[in-house]
């Protein structure tokens, strides 16, 4: 991974965000116990290179999920950090089922806030809710610092619209290209960039990088 072409500036916090590698179960379910795959831990060897090139990292942090934490295990190990395990930045539970394809997206049918992906599991409110608060807490905690975050598509999905202002009440009509072990980074200014602007801003550089992964990107 190049070195990031945003400066440090007062008052930021330098957020790359890590979508965990390939995950492939046994006998083809695909849940919250999924592990890597062979691939998915190359994949992730791959982006721990690409992020020891870039500035230093203050901390990496992970979704309690086996395939994340297997992720940032690989990723901490060469940057030098023990990731922090963050329950907040869990996956939206979409229950245990063969792994989707294009054909096959039950994740396309939930766009309100109130809809759920599994039984009596959270809204798309509440996942929104919870991960925002993750982030901001994250990014207050670590000013003047680059930090890593390891998770899922829905997880970072719910943090880019954390980083643009949409609202948990706002609907689920877009979707961010987020290939297994790419890249996202952003800059956050918690308390507003300038005197007079935003009270709150956040500049995206990059958002699904995968030129680290060469022949190794996958989606699912």
């Known amino acids: 991974m190049e070195q990031s072409i945003l400066p440090t500036t007062p008052g930021s916090c330098r957020l790359v965000l890590v979508r965990h590698g390939q995950a492939r179960s046994a006998d083809g379910s695909y849940g919250p116990r999924t592990p890597l795959s062979p691939l998915g831990r190359r994949q992730a060897a791959a982006s721990a290179e690409a ?34 395990i963050e329950d907040r930045l869990a996956e939206f539970e979409m229950g245990t089922a063969p792994l989707a394809s294009a054909e096959n997206r039950p994740d396309l049918l939930l766009w309100q806030p109130d809809h759920t992906g599994a039984p009596g599991g959270e809204t798309l409110r509440q996942f929104n809710v ?21 998770s899922h598509a829905g997880t970072m999905e719910a943090v880019l619209r954390w980083a643009v202002g949409l609202s948990a009440e706002a609907l689920w009509q877009h979707e961010f290209v987020l290939p297994n072990a790419s890249l996202t980074e952003l800059e956050c ?9 935003a009270p709150r801003y956040v500049s995206i550089a990059a958002t699904g990088v995968t030129a680290h992964l060469a022949g190794l990107v996958t989606d699912l």
């Open 51 to 84: 992020l020891a090139q870039g500035d230093a990292v203050a901390a990496v942090y992970a979704s309690p999920w086996p395939r994340a934490m297997e992720t940032a295990a690989i990723i901490g190990d060469r940057l030098g950090r023990s990731p922090v």
């Open 130 to 150: 919870r991960v925002a608060a993750c982030a901001e807490a994250i990014v207050r905690r670590h000013l003047h610092e680059r930090v890593v975050v390891v």
């Open 189 to 197: 200014w918690p308390d507003g960039r300038v005197p007079g602007g």
